[in-house]
């Protein structure tokens, strides 16, 4: 009986120690196994921040170039309205000029000077010229400045100096007012001023 006493305890023990082999390779396995779920998980983990990070990237990027789009037309805007003030400053001035220049002594040289030129390239033809009534008492003298048949007569409208004029025969007018002038000079001021965007 003690013999298989005996024989029992070392087959027990040989279960045993083989229970406990088979245990330690489980363990092994499970923890080998964990650690290759840890290691994908990481990885899928790793894979899903680059991608929110990535997103939020070009999300922060958009709204920059969003917001650098706002301030930049923004500057531009305020940049127009500064523009269009400086120039309204400048041309009310120089009107202020034109209106002290017509009522000095060189300006009736200056308008017949003009009368004579452009009468020179004019289209023959009758011409009606329209001038400020102040510049009647002128009237002689711009029919001798124009080098063609003429009639004058009075335009208040012509407030800052100049003419216009009419050729009776085909109807077409000519505006050499010194307010058209000033006027067509505006666009050339802009461009060439440095006060371009």
């Given at each position: ?10 087959f ?5 120690a ?12 499970a923890?080998t196994?964990?650690?290759?779920m840890?290691?994908?998980y990481e990885?899928l ?11 939020q990237?070009?999300e922060l990027?958009?709204?920059a170039k ?13 940049l127009?309205?500064?523009?269009a ?15 002290e220049?017509?009522?000095s ?9 003009c009368?004579?030129?452009f009468?020179?390239?004019a289209p ?12 009647l ?10 080098s ?9 409208s012509i ?8 050729a ?8 050499e007012t010194?307010r ?10 802009i461009?060439?001023s440095?006060l371009?965007?």
């Open positions: 009986m003690q013999e298989q006493q005996e024989k029992l305890a070392r027990e023990k040989a279960v045993f083989e229970v406990d082999a088979k245990a330690d390779n489980i363990r092994r396995d923890e196994g964990q650690k290759e840890f290691s994908e990885i983990q790793a894979a899903k921040s680059e991608k929110e990070l990535n997103r990237k070009e990027t958009k709204n969003h917001e650098l789009a706002k301030f930049s037309l923004d500057c531009k805007r305020k127009l309205v500064k523009r003030e400086l120039t309204d400053e400048v041309f009310a001035s120089v009107q202020n000029r034109l209106q220049f017509r009522a002594e060189e300006y009736p040289s200056y308008l017949l000077g009368i004579s030129a009468s020179k390239t023959s033809a009758e011409l009606k010229i329209f001038v400020h009534s102040a510049d008492p002128l009237a002689k003298d711009i029919q001798k400045a124009c063609q048949p003429c009639t004058v007569e009075a335009d208040d407030d800052l100096g100049g003419f216009t004029a009419r009776e025969n085909s109807g077409v007018c000519y505006d010194l058209q002038k000033l006027a067509g000079q505006k666009n050339y001021f461009e060439n440095g371009s965007l």
